[in-house]
C-alpha cells in the first residue's frame, strides 16, 4: 500500500517529537483539560448547581508516571444525558418537595368536591341541613307562641281587672240607693235598683266576650256566673222591694232583704273560690311571671247583712219618707253613718278581701289606704279610722295605728292611708283589723269594720 502523506500545514504537528528537555527524550502527556463549561447546566431553572456525586475535595495529584501508549490522548468521555446525569440531594429533596406539594394542593383543594360528588354523602348532607332548619323553626315556633301566650294572658286580666273594678262601682251605688239619703219612696228606689241592673247586665255581655286563654276556660265562666248573680239579686230586689215594706211583719221584711244579700254574697265566694283559684294555678302552670290575678272586691263588703239581723238594719233607710230637713233633736228621724267600702295594701296597691288570704311585700312604703262612705243624711267630720295588726301566735300583741279623716259630705267617699305594721313577721300570716268609730246617731255599724288576712312577705 502506498505511502500516504498529507501536505497540508502543521498535520504532523501533534505526532512532532518536542525538544530534548535532559529527560532522555521521552514525552509526557498531561491529561487532557475539559472544555471550560458547566458540565451540569442549570436545565430546571432552579437557580441552584447540583452538586457532584463524587466526594467533595481536592483533587486527587496527577500520577507523574501516567503515560499514554501509542502518543494517543484518551478519546473525551461521552455527554451524559439528562437522564443519566447525577444529581445533587438537595436538588432531589426540592424536586420531591415540588411533586408532594403539587399532589398535596391536588388532594386538599379537591376533597370537598369529592365528598359533594358522591351521591350518598350529599343526601346526608342534605338530611343534616333539614333537621338544622327543622330544629330552629320549631324554636322561632315555639318563642312566638310563648309570646302570644303571654300577650293573651296579659290582655284577658286587664279586662277581668276593669270588669271588676266596674262591677264593685255598682256595688257601691246600689249601697248607695239602699241607704236612700233622698228618702225615695219604694217604687222610686225599685226604679233606681232596677236601672243599675241593666247596667250590670251589660257588664255581663260584655264578659262573655272576652277572650280567655286555654287554661282559663272554665274560669271565665264562673267569672260570667258571678256577675250574673249580682244582676239576678238587683232584678229581684227590685220587683220584691215595694211589697216587703209594705209588710207589717218586721221579721218577713228582713228575710226577704237577707234573701237577696245572699246572692251578692255568692258572687263575691263564687269570683274568689271558682275564678281567682283557677286563674292563679294557670298562672304557675303555665310559668307565667309578672302578671297577678285581680283581688277580688266585694259586690257585699258586710257578709253580716246576709242574715235577718243585718238585713234588719237597712229597713230604717229603706222606709224613710222625705229628704232631711237638718240634724235638730239629735238627728232623730234622719240617717246617720259611715261603712268601709274597701282596704288596699301600698305601694303595691293590692286589693284586700275579707276572709281570703292575701300576701303583702314587705317594703319601708307599707301602708293600708281605707276608702270610707258616709251614707247619711249629714256631713261628718272629725272620724277616726284604725288599724290593728297581730298575729294568731300572739293575739295581746297588737300593733295599732290610726288617721282621721277631718271631713267628708253626706253619699261622698274618701279615702285614708294608715302605716303598716312595725315589726311584721315575715312569711307567717296575720290579722289586719280596719275599723271606723260611729258618728252621733249612726244605728248600723255592722258595714264600719272589716278584717283581712294578711302574709307579709320579703
Do not use: H
Request: contains cysteine; aromatic residues 4%.
Amino acid at each position: 500500500m502506498a505511502e500516504f502523506d498529507d501536505d497540508r500545514p502543521g498535520i504532523d504537528d501533534p505526532s512532532a517529537d518536542p525538544p530534548d528537555d535532559g529527560t532522555g527524550g521521552l514525552r509526557r502527556f498531561a491529561p487532557r483539560r475539559r472544555r471550560e463549561e458547566d458540565p451540569y447546566p442549570d436545565t430546571e431553572g432552579t437557580g441552584e448547581v447540583p452538586r457532584s456525586s463524587m466526594r467533595s475535595g481536592p483533587p486527587p495529584p496527577e500520577d507523574e508516571d501516567l503515560a499514554f501508549s501509542g502518543g494517543e490522548d484518551d478519546p473525551p468521555p461521552p455527554r451524559s444525558s439528562r437522564s443519566s446525569r447525577p444529581r445533587s440531594s438537595g436538588a432531589r429533596r426540592r424536586s420531591r418537595s415540588r411533586s408532594a406539594g403539587g399532589r398535596g394542593g391536588s388532594r386538599g383543594g379537591g376533597g370537598g368536591a369529592a365528598v359533594l360528588q358522591n351521591p350518598r354523602a350529599r343526601l346526608l348532607l342534605g338530611i343534616a341541613f333539614a333537621a338544622i332548619l327543622i330544629l330552629v323553626i320549631t324554636l322561632v315556633v315555639r318563642d312566638c307562641q310563648r309570646d302570644q301566650l303571654e300577650d293573651s294572658y296579659t290582655s284577658y286580666l286587664n279586662d277581668v281587672s276593669a270588669v271588676v273594678t266596674t262591677s264593685a262601682d255598682q256595688g257601691q251605688q246600689l249601697r248607695q240607693i239602699i241607704n236612700n239619703p233622698r228618702g225615695d219612696n219604694p217604687p222610686q228606689l225599685s226604679q233606681k235598683i232596677r236601672a243599675l241592673a241593666g247596667e250590670a247586665s251589660g257588664l255581663v255581655d260584655r264578659t262573655e266576650d272576652l277572650d280567655p286563654p286555654g287554661e282559663l276556660s272554665s274560669a271565665q265562666r264562673n267569672l260570667v256566673r258571678s256577675l250574673e248573680y249580682r244582676v239576678s239579686g238587683m232584678n229581684s230586689l227590685a220587683e220584691n222591694l215595694p211589697a216587703l215594706l209594705q209588710s207589717r211583719d218586721e221579721d218577713t221584711k228582713a228575710l226577704g232583704i237577707a234573701e237577696v244579700m245572699k246572692r251578692f254574697l255568692t258572687s263575691d265566694v263564687i269570683y274568689t273560690d271558682e275564678f281567682v283559684g283557677p286563674a292563679t294555678e294557670a298562672l304557675e302552670k303555665d310559668d307565667i311571671t309578672g302578671i297577678e290575678v285581680p283581688a277580688g272586691q266585694p259586690f257585699l263588703p258586710n257578709p253580716a247583712l246576709a242574715s235577718s239581723e243585718g238585713a234588719a238594719t237597712l229597713i230604717a233607710g229603706l222606709q224613710r219618707s222625705g229628704p232631711a230637713q237638718g240634724d235638730d233633736a239629735g238627728g232623730a228621724g234622719n240617717l246617720r253613718g259611715t261603712s268601709l267600702v274597701s282596704t288596699e295594701a301600698l305601694p303595691s296597691e293590692t286589693r284586700l278581701t275579707p276572709g281570703t288570704p292575701q300576701a303583702v311585700q314587705a317594703s319601708d312604703q307599707l301602708k293600708w289606704r281605707v276608702t270610707v262612705e258616709n251614707g247619711g243624711d249629714f256631713n261628718e267630720s272629725g272620724l277616726v279610722v284604725k288599724a290593728s295588726f297581730f298575729y294568731p301566735s300572739d293575739p295581746n300583741e297588737v300593733d295599732e295605728k290610726e288617721a282621721q279623716i277631718d271631713e267628708i259630705g253626706s253619699g261622698q267617699t274618701t279615702t285614708v292611708e294608715i302605716a303598716g305594721p312595725t315589726t311584721p313577721v315575715f312569711g307567717e300570716q296575720g290579722t289586719l283589723r280596719i275599723e271606723i268609730d260611729a258618728v252621733s246617731g249612726e244605728t248600723n255599724t255592722d258595714n264600719n269594720a272589716a278584717e283581712y288576712p294578711v302574709k307579709i312577705t320579703i
